[in-house]
């Protein structure tokens, strides 16, 4: 299990204890985008009680770097992706292992903890060759073998990493299976802010999947899309979203993404402690 995390004390307690309780074998790979909170000295008190089992170090860079540093740490033949703000359910681990034995990838069901209004509200959708590649990385599994022939997350993302390394498996003829047993308890954003300040990275990450992978526009729904835009805040989450899209068009920040692959999964250890 790989757990990438900035600046999220509050829920890390509540986290380790759910990934604990998991269906053993399991290591748990920790890695902390150098958090100006107590968030590294939380897993480093885990790691010091649970040695051999969960391994703690910090590394700079995008979600995408984090995760790809993780999994270079990890020995199992699968990986499974879950974030600092989740609970897992305690039959989560296993209910991944079942279908992971007939598919490459496996996508739990994620549900939603915090303010209603924001939990209800439905993701956009991308599909490509029929299927879903939008499920997040906050509860989501590869084959170690699947993963390492993707080259793992691209670290150039700044969101959207996990729905192109999805669009990638697909696209090579991967199967995302869905399981709906697989369950994570996702914290919501607290505020109105924090929610449409997502909403707006979310965007711009979409626009970069067009930069990599070219017009992506004919595999979303728009009926649909906008058919479950209910509400004055669903239409602000829509707002956000395409003023975040805009701003990479006009702003351009950071390099423009090509189709070139993801660098090679490397063991590099950056600052382990």
């Known amino acids: 299990m790989v757990v990438t995390v900035r600046n999220e004390?509050?829920?890390?307690?509540?986290?380790?204890?759910?990934?604990?309780v998991q269906?053993?074998?399991?290591?748990?790979?920790f890695v902390d985008a150098l958090s100006q909170d107590r968030s590294f000295e939380i897993a480093e008190e885990y790691a010091r009680?649970?040695?051999?089992?969960?391994?703690?170090?910090q590394r700079s860079g995008s979600r995408g770097v984090g995760r790809n540093a993780g999994v270079a740490r990890a020995r199992g033949e699968f990986v499974a992706f879950i974030d600092g703000d989740c609970v897992p359910d305690p039959a989560w681990l296993s209910a991944l292992r079942r279908e992971l034995r007939h598919a490459e990838v496996v996508a739990g069901r994620t549900e939603p903890i915090g303010r209603v209004r924001y939990g209800a509200l439905e993701r956009i959708e991308l599909y490509q060759k029929g299927s879903d590649v939008t499920y997040p990385s906050c509860n989501l599994a590869y084959r170690r073998v699947q993963f390492d022939q993707l080259g793992g997350f691209d670290p150039r993302f700044i969101t959207a990493e996990d729905i192109d390394l999805n669009l990638r498996a697909v696209r090579r003829g991967a199967t995302i299976q869905y399981a709906p047993d697989a369950v994570v308890y996702h914290q919501m954003r607290t505020t109105v802010l924090r929610f449409l300040y997502q909403a707006f990275w979310n965007g711009y990450g979409r626009k970069q999947l067009t930069e990599k992978h070219g017009s992506l526009w004919s595999d979303y729904r728009p009926r649909r899309l906008l058919q479950r835009q209910r509400g004055g805040m669903a239409w602000l989450r829509l707002c956000a979203a395409a003023f975040g899209y805009t701003a990479r068009i006009v702003g351009g920040w950071g390099s423009r993404l090509t189709p070139a692959a993801s660098s090679p999964i490397v063991a590099n250890r950056g600052t382990e402690r």
């Open 9 to 20: 004390e509050p829920n890390l307690r509540r986290l380790f204890e759910g990934l604990l």
């Open 23 to 29: 269906e053993t074998p399991f290591e748990i790979i």
């Open 49 to 57: 009680s649970h040695p051999g089992t969960i391994l703690a170090f």
